[in-house]
């Protein structure tokens, strides 16, 4: 659970909510997110539904993020959520305006009517409440990193109520990089009834950022043993940029049975200057190649959301939502025209002290993105026999890429993609469900050290299969045990160094998840994930890729323990373990990076000071000081943080 913010599932169905989520669950929920500006309260492991992934304020858990889910990333498929809504992530909604970001997928799905492989990344949006609170955090570590939140929420009037954030960070990293960025929120909410509700809202952050290097080793094989702490220049490759997220949430009920939501946001980065730092053909002795690729101002746009029509019909016993959903999105980015620095021979142990020299860019690429999703669901839920969920979606894609100069290359897509997911319930406890489901998706960009860096890629055509039980083994502790089967086109770097699709990859595996409260004073999330992933098509059978992909792990094991001890009331003990099997590091599957295993120690306390609310949360992550790389791409490589001690007090007026 790092101390600085990263990126609990609701239950899916009306007749599984006592099995999915529980009393203890709930409360939990309800305590850590009851009002825009109460913070105190916040606890991943005491709110998570499962161990899929969940994060609340600053602590992620969990096997999943929005990074990675069966081995692929949602977030870069373009299935981000914000509650249940669709939303073209270009920036992630920062902690100002999200309470917690659930991973849906397996059982958790139900309830969402258009799921998509690989699951969905939904933020639960931090909603202005109609009580008055103020919650003040400040942060440290030993690196000398800190940090200042603010989050407010005034009632105004009766049905109005407003919520505004802040934040500075001041950032040192384990490559003697430095970061120092600011971010600022605001929404409001108007409910004049319980039938209308608007919630509007703005979030911006600027900052700058020192480029750290990537090392590419020469051939295969890993990188020699990397110094921690030290700044592989140069001192002018800062990155600065602005970001920013706005939109507006609506729900209208007209009448008994029907409601009607919308969304509409726009997510956008505009970066002034940006830098690829790299130490290529790098030897065992640390010497190697500098080269620093300088971008010119690059800007990335969209706008998207969705208008759903729901409707609820009663049925004796049973209950039947019909869903109707438009989606749409426009998106806009300007990149490309980079200038390649070559800084020549270096050692990674010496610091760079060239001067920064004149930029010289080329002509930048635009590329333009319109797609419009139209979709019907129907869900079928009835109490002691399961629930049934089908849904059709119709898609129209067209993507323009290319020079001003140039006519530009076309892609059109206009699948109809389908879902199926089917919940039985075998006995009070325990319900077995599978299900089916198509997507067409965003491949993203191609990384900094291809060929054709920064180039969008088409969209491609995905499918999952997956089933699985869950089982309550008390009241409050769950157990899911699933089978997955998820299936896309491989992107990666090919014989000429260009990142293109080179086959399929197919992530076959098992999740385990046990989750909640074992007794009122200790709380457990433990997960795993034994993942089978598989490279097929004419580069594997020539032998110019290998049969597993870069980035997979077989075995991901997670365990979260918090117990409070009867000894002083308020105070809280928390481990984390976190095991990852090797990691696939090149095409040619033949360099993997070793197993590693990450131990974190922590501990709270919660008090009452002056009548407020008051939480200590102090923390050891890496406590073994673990040595190990981190993959950024097929090839390249950055160093794992060591052992890091930090801390931050909230407080809830």
Same mark, same amino acid.
């Given at each position: 659970?790092?101390?600085? @913010?990263?990126?609990?599932?609701?239950?899916?169905?009306?007749?599984?909510?006592?099995?999915?989520?529980?009393?203890?669950?709930?409360?939990?929920?309800?305590?850590?997110?009851?009002?825009?500006?109460?913070?105190?309260?916040?606890?991943?492991?005491?709110? %998570?539904?499962?161990?899929?992934?969940?994060?609340?304020?600053?602590?992620?858990?969990?096997?999943?993020?929005?990074?990675?889910?069966?081995?692929?990333?949602?977030?870069?498929?373009?299935?981000?959520?914000?509650?249940?809504?669709?939303?073209?992530?270009?920036?992630?909604?920062?902690?100002?305006?999200?309470?917690?970001?659930?991973?849906?997928?397996?059982?958790?799905?139900?309830?969402?009517?258009?799921?998509?492989?690989?699951?969905?990344?939904?933020?639960?949006?931090?909603?202005?409440?109609?009580?008055?609170?103020?919650?003040?955090?400040?942060?440290?570590?030993?690196?000398?990193?800190?940090?200042?939140?603010?989050?407010?929420?005034?009632?105004?009037?009766?049905?109005?109520?407003?919520?505004?954030?802040?934040?500075?960070?001041?950032?040192?990293?384990?490559?003697?990089?430095?970061?120092?960025?600011?971010?600022?929120?605001?929404?409001?909410?108007?409910?004049?009834?319980?039938?209308?509700?608007?919630?509007?809202?703005?979030?911006r952050s600027e900052g700058f950022d020192q480029t750290g290097p990537i090392f590419l080793p020469a051939g295969e094989? *890993?990188?020699?043993?990397?110094?921690?702490?030290?700044?592989?220049?140069?001192?002018?490759?800062?990155?600065?940029?602005?970001?920013?997220?706005?939109?507006?949430?609506?729900?209208?009920?007209?009448?008994?049975?029907?409601e009607v939501r919308a969304g509409l946001f726009r997510s956008l980065f505009d970066d002034a200057r940006g830098f690829?730092?790299?130490?290529?053909?790098?030897?065992?002795?640390?010497?190697?190649?500098?080269?620093?690729?300088?971008?010119? @101002?690059?800007?990335?746009?969209?706008?998207?959301?969705?208008?759903?029509?729901?409707?609820?019909?009663?049925?004796?016993?049973?209950?039947?939502?019909?869903?109707?959903?438009?989606?749409?999105?426009?998106?806009?980015?300007?990149?490309?025209?980079?200038?390649?620095?070559?800084?020549?021979?270096?050692?990674?142990?010496?610091?760079?002290?060239?001067?920064?020299? @004149?930029?010289?860019?080329?002509?930048?690429?635009?590329?333009?993105?319109?797609?419009?999703?139209?979709?019907?669901?129907?869900?079928?839920?009835?109490?002691?026999? #399961?629930?049934?969920?089908?849904?059709?979606?119709?898609?129209?894609?067209?993507?323009?890429?290319?020079?001003?100069?140039?006519?530009?290359?076309?892609?059109?897509?206009?699948?109809?993609?389908?879902?199926?997911?089917?919940?039985?319930?075998?006995?009070?406890? *325990?319900?077995?469900?599978?299900?089916?489901?198509?997507?067409?998706?965003?491949?993203?960009?191609?990384?900094?050290?291809?060929?054709?860096?920064?180039?969008?890629?088409?969209?491609?055509?995905?499918?999952?299969?997956?089933?699985?039980?869950?089982?309550?083994?008390?009241?409050?502790?769950?157990?899911?045990a699933g089978l997955f089967d998820v299936r896309k086109p491989y992107f990666n770097l090919d014989a000429n160094g260009?990142?293109?699709?080179?086959?399929?990859?197919?992530?076959?595996?098992? !999740?385990?998840?046990?989750?909640?409260?074992?007794?009122?004073?200790?709380?457990?999330?433990?997960?795993?994930?034994? *993942?089978?992933?598989?490279?097929?098509?004419?580069?594997?059978?020539? #032998?110019?890729?290998?049969?597993?992909?870069?980035?997979?792990?077989?075995?991901?094991?997670?365990?979260?323990?918090?117990?409070?001890?009867?000894?002083?009331?308020?105070?809280?003990?928390?481990?984390?373990?976190?095991?990852?099997?090797? !990691?696939?590091?090149?095409?040619?599957?033949?360099?993997?990076?070793?197993?590693?295993?990450?131990?974190?120690?922590?501990?709270?306390?919660?008090?009452?000071?002056?009548?407020?609310?008051?939480?200590?949360?102090?923390?050891? !992550?890496?406590?073994?000081?673990?040595?190990?790389?981190?993959?950024?791409? %097929?090839?390249?490589?950055?160093?794992?943080?060591?052992?890091?001690?930090?801390?931050?007090?909230?407080?809830?007026?």
């Open positions: 659970m790092p101390l600085l @913010p990263d990126v609990s599932p609701a239950a899916g169905a009306l007749l599984l909510a006592g099995l999915v989520a529980g009393p203890a669950l709930a409360q939990a929920v309800d305590a850590a997110t009851a009002a825009t500006g109460a913070r105190a309260a916040e606890n991943a492991v005491r709110s %998570a539904g499962d161990a899929f992934g969940t994060s609340i304020g600053r602590e992620t858990i969990g096997l999943y993020n929005a990074g990675n889910v069966r081995g692929f990333s949602p977030t870069q498929a373009g299935n981000v959520r914000i509650d249940g809504l669709y939303f073209d992530q270009v920036w992630g909604l920062n902690p100002r305006l999200r309470r917690a970001t659930s991973i849906r997928v397996g059982l958790s799905a139900l309830g969402s009517p258009f799921p998509a492989p690989t699951g969905i990344v939904d933020y639960a949006f931090r909603k202005p409440g109609d009580d008055a609170a103020l919650s003040v955090l400040g942060a440290l570590n030993q690196w000398g990193n800190a940090a200042l939140e603010l989050d407010a929420n005034l009632p105004l009037a009766t049905g109005l109520s407003m919520a505004a954030g802040a934040a500075l960070f001041d950032d040192r990293y384990y490559n003697a990089t430095r970061a120092s960025f600011w971010q600022f929120s605001l929404a409001a909410r108007y409910a004049p009834s319980d039938a209308i509700e608007i919630v509007p809202f703005v979030a094989g *890993l990188p020699p043993r990397l110094p921690r702490r030290f700044f592989k220049g140069p001192e002018w490759a800062r990155y600065r940029g602005v970001a920013f997220n706005g939109g507006v949430l609506g729900t209208w009920r007209p009448g008994p049975g029907w690829a730092n790299l130490i290529t053909d790098l030897g065992s002795d640390g010497r190697g190649n500098q080269l620093v690729i300088a971008d010119p @101002p690059v800007k990335f746009a969209s706008t998207s959301g969705e208008l759903r029509l729901t409707h609820t019909i009663s049925d004796g016993p049973r209950t039947h939502r019909l869903h109707a959903s438009l989606r749409a999105r426009a998106g806009d980015r300007r990149f490309d025209g980079s200038d390649f620095i070559d800084l020549g021979p270096t050692s990674i142990f010496a610091p760079t002290t060239v001067a920064s020299p @004149p930029r010289r860019f080329g002509e930048q690429q635009q590329d333009r993105v319109r797609q419009l999703i139209a979709g019907i669901a129907w869900e079928a839920r009835w109490p002691g026999v #399961g629930e049934l969920s089908l849904g059709v979606q119709g898609t129209n894609y067209s993507k323009r890429i290319g020079l001003p100069s140039l006519a530009p290359v076309a892609t059109d897509a206009r699948p109809l993609l389908y879902n199926a997911t089917l919940a039985v319930e075998i006995s009070p406890r *325990l319900i077995a469900y599978a299900g089916t489901v198509t997507g067409l998706e965003e491949s993203g960009i191609a990384p900094g050290n291809a060929a054709n860096r920064n180039e969008a890629l088409p969209a491609i055509r995905t499918s999952q299969r997956d089933a699985g039980l869950r089982w309550a083994i008390s009241d409050d502790v769950r157990l899911v260009r990142f293109d699709a080179l086959g399929e990859v197919i992530n076959r595996g098992i !999740e385990l998840s046990v989750s909640g409260p074992v007794t009122s004073r200790f709380s457990l999330v433990a997960g795993a994930v034994l *993942l089978s992933p598989r490279v097929t098509g004419a580069g594997v059978a020539l #032998g110019r890729v290998g049969d597993r992909p870069v980035g997979a792990i077989a075995r991901r094991l997670e365990l979260n323990l918090d117990w409070r001890p009867p000894v002083l009331e308020g105070l809280g003990v928390d481990l984390a373990i976190s095991h990852r099997s090797p !990691e696939v590091a090149t095409v040619s599957a033949r360099t993997r990076i070793p197993a590693r295993t990450f131990v974190d120690l922590g501990a709270r306390y919660s008090a009452k000071l002056a009548g407020q609310s008051l939480l200590l949360r102090l923390q050891v !992550e890496n406590l073994t000081d673990l040595q190990s790389f981190e993959l950024q791409g %097929a090839g390249a490589y950055d160093l794992t943080p060591g052992r890091r001690i930090g801390g931050y007090l909230t407080i809830d007026f």
